[in-house]
């Protein structure tokens, strides 16, 4: 079992900058496909961003490519997400998520952080 833990949310504004940190223990995260969600108020989850075991290939939603970046230190069991020219729209509650497959449906991974709020004020 992968226990996840997300950190670095918060308050930014239009046009700011965060970085998401994701904490795994339990076992190494060099073995998983790991991914980011986010869940934004009356909405439905939505894939963010995955990232290969080695951290060689990665993938985003459209609505977050050229601004979103994926990484991870399989030596430290951490993932990145990096948050660049931030929206209002990128307002949600955004979580880290491992896979033992690559995919962009949140139906294919198996375990789930508790997630990270970040409000992006206008």
């Known amino acids: 079992q992968v226990q996840l833990v997300e950190s670095g949310g918060g308050l930014v504004q239009t046009g700011g900058s965060v970085r998401l940190s994701c904490a795994a223990s339990g076992r190494s995260i060099s073995n998983y496909y790991m991914g980011w969600f986010r869940q934004a108020p009356g909405k439905e989850r939505e894939f963010v961003g995955t990232i290969s075991r080695s951290g060689d290939s990665t993938a985003y939603a459209n609505s977050v490519k050229g601004r979103f970046t994926i990484s991870r230190d399989n030596a430290k069991n951490m993932v990145y997400l990096q948050m660049n020219s931030l929206k209002p729209e990128d307002t949600a509650v955004y979580y880290c998520?491992?896979?033992?497959?690559?995919?962009?449906?949140?139906?294919?991974?198996?375990?789930w952080g508790q997630g990270t709020q970040v409000t992006v004020s206008s």
């Open positions: 998520a491992s896979s033992q497959k690559w995919a962009t449906s949140g139906a294919r991974y198996d375990y």
